[in-house]
């Protein structure tokens, strides 16, 4: 079975075919993978402009979609049905692919699966690595999420953790614009940090204890589906720690970080410092999360998707401490880990088998729950 995916959720273009293998430790192959990045116009204004976004993807999608038959080797008549991603995401973004996959679907005569882009990621790990030890503690670190999951059967995605403001990508890509490092964040300062001193700016790190939620009302926490409070992320402070940092220094901040500004009277070995100790901090962070709550529900391996797994740190320090305490630890290679269509063909294959089907009346969704 060939699946078309597509994914439009943000600044990237992407078409890919997933075929099954018949292989149960391995069952989906990627055959194609095609990705036409807007980062080099969005970059002009430090930022994705929602408006620029969406027409670009109706400039590229066509293109996307012949190119990514073409690599696979496959013509229309060849794919047996269509995933595509319905959210989150940019909405006018969104509704491009979605309405791409039902005029394609239309005319072929084929079947619609939605996917949520959330569950793309996570199937970014299947797909890379098969069969991988379950239960499994799931951490999806991208530029609009960062989120914890348990997975006890394949398909199931049951959110126990997720950030209270800013998710981890947003955090690096909103301190590279304070530094002057541009769009997107997360590779300028995972590069910068290679020679910076981690421990050279003690930035706070964000925790949140029971004594944290004491006074909350009981009806305020929220809860997983189990009943357990959420375990929560906060990056903003973070961000807010790095401008007061800058500002201590000279360095003139533009206020609601919508300017960028540039370094100023810092030298380069000071902007490899600043990014450094960030990093440190946003990464320890986010493995203590992982870690813990892989203990406290006894997963049998954990995993990490979404764009900030591409990470050189996280990634060095996953295995570290996946090493220390005998977990493996399952990270999909660079290309699968920011945004792509072959996550989204996998995840549309998994709903697939499970008898999910789109009608006509499918739309994207800007927001859209993952359990
Ligand atoms: O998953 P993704 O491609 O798109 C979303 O669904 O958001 O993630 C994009 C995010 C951006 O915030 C980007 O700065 C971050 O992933 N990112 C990184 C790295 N590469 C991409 N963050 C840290 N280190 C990296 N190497
Ligand atoms: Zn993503």
Known sequence: MNVLGIETSCDETAAAVVSTTGDSARPWQVRSNVIASQTQIHREWGGVVPEIASRQHVRDICGVVERALGDAGANWPDVDAIAVTQGPGLIGSLLVGVSFAKAAAAALDRPIVAVHHLAGHIESIFLEHGAVPLPALILVVSGGHTSLYFVEVPGQYQLIGRTRDDAAGEAY????????????????????????????VAFPRPKFTHRDRKGVPADVV???????PMAEFSFSGLKTAVMRALQERGVAVAQGLTVPTDAGPMSEQDVDDFCASFQRVVVETLLDALFDAARWHGALSVGIAGGVSANSRLRADSRQRGDGRELPVFIPGIELSTDNAAMIAAAGLRNFRRGMRAGWDLSAAASLALT
Not at 173 to 200: E, F, M, S
């Open 173 to 200: 890509d909103k301190v590279a614009r304070l530094l002057g490092l541009g769009y997107p964040g997360g590779p300028a300062i995972d590069r910068r940090a290679k020679t910076g001193r981690d421990d050279a």
């Open 222 to 228: 929220h809860r997983t589906r189990t009943g357990r």
